[in-house]
């Protein structure tokens, strides 16, 4: 089946340091692969895509993915953690025309 | 713009009971979406529409039921409500066919929704 797997229900980092949130897929066929960030009540807002080119993708907030097809992974990074990127962190992959799957979401909290 | 809208914020049913969730999206989207949230299990598609006309399963559909109203407004229906769906519902929309089926999903602010 396709799929995503977020490996870490929780990151926990410190304030200006850098922060990893993995995710790997399984998918036939060329991977499409996204992250989004949920705040608390709040709906998901997207902060980066993978379609195809450069494997280092940049997004909103001082976000970057790096996409590595060996290892089937998507894992999220910031180079600083701040206090605010505190969230829930969902990596999702696309398995058919306009269908997204979810994994299960990763908790980061940043210290100050 | 308001983006994807919801109504309502939550809401509480006694099992058995009935309810439309609303959702409506001014950015002139062909595709819409409906996701449950329940933790430990992400987000899981109930249905979607492509674009409007056209509605289709995901993966959780049983008890769900959907109407694509005009290209706007995607509304989802309980018809018998269980406490098996005690949930945030989320509606989502993208720009569909015209993106190649490879643009983000734009989301609502959740429906919380308690089935007693």
């Known amino acids: 089946a396709q799929s995503v797997a977020q490996p870490e229900d929780q990151v926990n980092v410190a304030e200006g340091n850098?922060?990893?949130?993995?995710?790997?897929?399984?998918?036939?066929?060329?991977?499409?692969?996204?992250?989004?960030v949920q705040?608390?009540?709040?709906?998901?807002?997207?902060?980066?895509?993978?379609?195809?080119?450069?494997?280092?993708?940049?997004?909103?907030?001082?976000?970057?993915?790096?996409?590595?097809?060996?290892?089937?992974?998507?894992h999220l990074k910031k180079?600083?953690?701040?206090?605010?990127?505190?969230?829930?962190?969902?990596?999702?992959?696309?398995?058919?025309?306009?269908?997204l799957v979810f994994?299960?979401?990763?908790?980061?909290?940043?210290?100050? | 713009?308001?983006?994807?809208?919801?109504?309502?914020?939550?809401?509480?049913?006694?099992?058995?009971?009935?309810?439309?969730l609303q959702c409506a999206q001014d950015m002139n989207h062909n595709s819409m979406y409906w996701y449950?949230?329940?933790?430990?299990?992400?987000?899981?598609?109930?249905?979607?529409?492509?674009?409007e006309g056209t509605t289709d399963k995901g993966e959780v559909p049983n008890g769900y039921n959907v109407s694509r109203l005009n290209k706007r407004e995607f509304s989802l229906r309980l018809e018998s409500a269980a406490p098996s769906q005690t949930s945030v519902y989320f509606c989502a929309s993208s720009g569909g066919r015209e993106s190649g089926g490879m643009d983000e999903q734009f989301f609502g602010p959740g429906t919380r929704l308690t089935v007693l």
């Open chain 1, 39 to 74: 705040y608390p009540n709040r709906g998901l807002q997207f902060l980066l895509k993978y379609i195809t080119g450069d494997n280092l993708v940049k997004g909103s907030y001082g976000f970057e993915a790096e996409f590595n097809k060996s290892q089937t992974s998507f």
């Open chain 2, 1 to 20: 713009n308001a983006g994807v809208t919801q109504t309502p914020k939550f809401q509480v049913l006694k099992t058995g009971q009935s309810m439309t």
């Open chain 1, 79 to 99: 180079p600083s953690a701040l206090v605010s990127d505190s969230a829930l962190y969902f990596c999702a992959v696309r398995v058919a025309f306009q269908k």
């Open chain 1, 103 to 112: 994994g299960t979401g990763t908790r980061l909290l940043v210290s100050p």
């Open chain 1, 18 to 36: 850098p922060l990893t949130v993995k995710c790997t897929y399984s998918v036939s066929g060329n991977p499409y692969l996204f992250w989004y």
């Open chain 2, 36 to 51: 449950r949230q329940d933790p430990g299990m992400g987000l899981r598609l109930i249905y979607y529409s492509a674009s």
